[in-house]
Nanobody, 115 residues
Framework: QVQLVESGGGLVQPGGSLRLSCAASRIIFSIYNMGWYRQAPGNQRELVARIISNGRINYADSVKGRFTISRDNAKNTVYLQMNSLKPEDTAVYYC?????????WGQGTQVTVSS
């Protein structure tokens, strides 16, 4: 059974930083497109950042210049470095692995930005 396990969420003050990690198991990680999504209460789940298998990256406009996605294929892990956090970044953040073979989600990790 494929597993995606997120970690690194928590409570941080506005302007602070967090680094999320997502460790994948039981998939050939290098051939999957990896993404971070988030969902705030009352909102739809939205794409935050995605890094595809060839390394190409795209970001939501709301996080450009503040968030950085990266992957380590040797560790089967994708990261999301979040800087200059704002209260509107508060949400549950989900890791996603997808390609033509499968589409998998982690359980989510809560990020709360508040003073």
């Amino acid at each position: 059974q494929v597993q995606l396990v997120e970690s690194g969420g928590g409570l941080v003050q506005p302007g602070g930083s967090l680094r999320l990690s997502c460790a994948a198991s039981r998939i050939i990680f290098s051939i999957y497109n990896m993404g971070w999504y988030r969902q705030a209460p009352g909102n739809q789940r939205e794409l935050v950042a995605r890094i595809i298998s060839n390394g190409r990256i795209n970001y939501a406009d709301s996080v450009k210049g503040r968030f950085t996605i990266s992957r380590d294929n040797a560790k089967n892990t994708v990261y999301l470095q979040m800087n200059s956090l704002k209260p509107e970044d508060t949400a549950v953040y989900y890791c996603n692995a997808a390609n033509g073979i499968g589409d998998y989600w982690g359980q989510g990790t809560q990020v709360t930005v508040s003073s």
